[in-house]
């Protein structure tokens, strides 16, 4: 399944699946901020998040986004060179991310969280378990893999 490289707040493409958010904005030092990305992509941690997507990407199709409107100065730009270098291809899924297609599933997927209650992001749904906050995305890739979820710990919010 492929890995879609996107601006959060687009429209979403078919087949793009669940969204996994990040925070980044515009840097504003371009050349150090693309030196420290690529050192952080080349670290032990990086290879770690890029098995979880890996493994994430064989259960079902799912896209990572931020908010930088100017894709030629995001992180996104650098890690669709990183995965070029794989041999991935990012940039034929950005193609199908315009078009009335897209409008039209982005008009069921906003249907289907409004029939889910959902009110909030980033939200994740892995068949009928809803995972709210970003920090319940590794118990959504967990779900997704069908791995046995931790027990809550006391005190924990809910």
Same mark, same amino acid.
């Given at each position: 399944m492929p890995l879609h490289i996107v601006r959060l707040g687009s429209p979403r493409a078919?087949?793009?699946?669940?969204?996994?958010g990040t925070v980044r904005r515009t840097p504003q030092a371009w050349q150090a901020f693309a030196r420290r990305y690529r050192r952080?992509?080349?670290?032990?941690?990086?290879a770690h998040a890029i098995a979880l997507l890996a493994a994430l990407s064989?259960?079902?199709d799912f896209a990572v986004g931020c908010y930088c409107e100017d894709e030629s100065r995001c992180h996104r730009s650098?890690?669709?060179? +990183?995965?070029a270098g794989l041999g991935r291809d990012a940039d034929r899924c950005l193609e199908a991310a315009h078009g009335d297609e897209?409008? #039209?599933?982005?008009a069921r997927q906003t249907d289907r969280a409004r029939a889910l209650g959902l009110f909030d992001a980033p939200t994740f749904v892995?068949?009928?378990?809803?995972? +709210?906050?970003?920090?319940?995305?590794?118990d959504a890739?967990?779900? #997704?893999?069908?791995?046995?979820?931790?027990?809550?710990?006391?005190?924990?919010? #809910?």
């Open positions: 078919p087949g793009e699946g669940l969204r996994i952080e992509m080349a670290a032990p941690d990086a064989r259960q079902a650098l890690l669709r060179e +990183w995965l897209v409008r #039209a599933a982005y892995c068949g009928d378990e809803i995972f +709210w906050g970003d920090d319940r995305l590794d890739i967990d779900w #997704a893999r069908g791995a046995a979820l931790p027990a809550p710990r006391p005190g924990a919010r #809910a």
